[in-house]
């Protein structure tokens, strides 16, 4: 079975600066998705950012990066100059190609502080 | 284009009762999937419909049942509500056809007591 894990329950980074989100996943296919999904305190899920496994280039979204190491199942998000409006919890997903559901972490909660 | 909605926001039922929470999916979208998150915890698959049949299954009882409508709009059913079913529900939409990002609405916040 597939299991995502976030190593880091809570972390804080100050406005401006760079701060990076671990992830890594197990699994045996080799045709998934990963993705970045922000919950703020409103409680509705965004999707940040997507990644298909067959792609080697990592994918960036404006702030939002990934490091998608395959051969270590591991999915990083760094997220560049920080804004306060980036405090939310940020969880990580995997969808399996064949499957419809996605596969989430227990989340990490980013607080970006003045 | 309309985003994913979800009704009620906000729900607080007795234990045993039956519940009915709704969904409708974005625009261009023919698949939506269920999800409970727990305080604290990341979301937890129940059950995705597609072209109005349940295309896959967490690992939630038969008392977790759902529809969806020829517009492509869900429902969640609960019976027999547990005081562990108290959770905040995410409905998600997508097109299994074209691409894999998922959609979520705001979620129904659903307390048993």
């Known amino acids: 079975a597939q299991t995502v894990t976030q190593s880091q329950p809570e972390m804080s980074v100050q406005e401006a600066e760079t701060v990076t989100l671990s992830c890594t996943y197990d699994t045996s296919e080799s045709n998934y998705y990963l993705f970045w999904y922000k919950q703020p305190p409103s409680r509705q899920m965004i999707l940040v950012i997507r990644?298909?496994?067959?792609?080697?280039q990592n994918a960036t979204e404006n702030r939002f990066s990934v490091n998608f190491q395959k051969a270590a199942k591991s999915f990083s998000l760094k997220i560049s100059d920080s804004q306060l409006g980036d405090t939310a919890m940020y969880f990580c997903a995997f969808l399996e190609g064949r499957q419809g559901n996605l596969i989430f972490g227990k989340g990490t909660k980013l607080s970006v502080k003045p | 284009e309309t985003g994913v909605t979800q009704s009620p926001t906000h729900l607080i039922k007795t234990r045993g009762q039956q519940v009915t929470l709704r969904c409708s999916s974005q625009?261009?979208?023919?698949?939506v999937s269920w999800y409970q998150q727990a305080l604290g915890q990341g979301p937890q698959f129940i059950f995705q419909y597609y072209r109005e049949e349940e295309n896959g299954r967490g690992n939630f009882p038969p008392r977790f049942s759902g529809l969806q409508f020829p517009n492509y709009s869900s429902e969640l059913n609960v019976n027999a509500l547990e005081l562990d079913d108290s959770a905040l529900y995410l409905c998600?939409?997508?097109?299994?056809?074209?691409?894999?990002?998922?959609?979520f609405g705001p979620g129904t916040r659903l307390t048993v007591t």
């Open positions: 990644q298909e496994a067959y792609k080697q």
């Open positions: 625009s261009g979208h023919n698949t």
């Open positions: 998600a939409s997508s097109n299994r056809d074209r691409e894999r990002e998922q959609y």
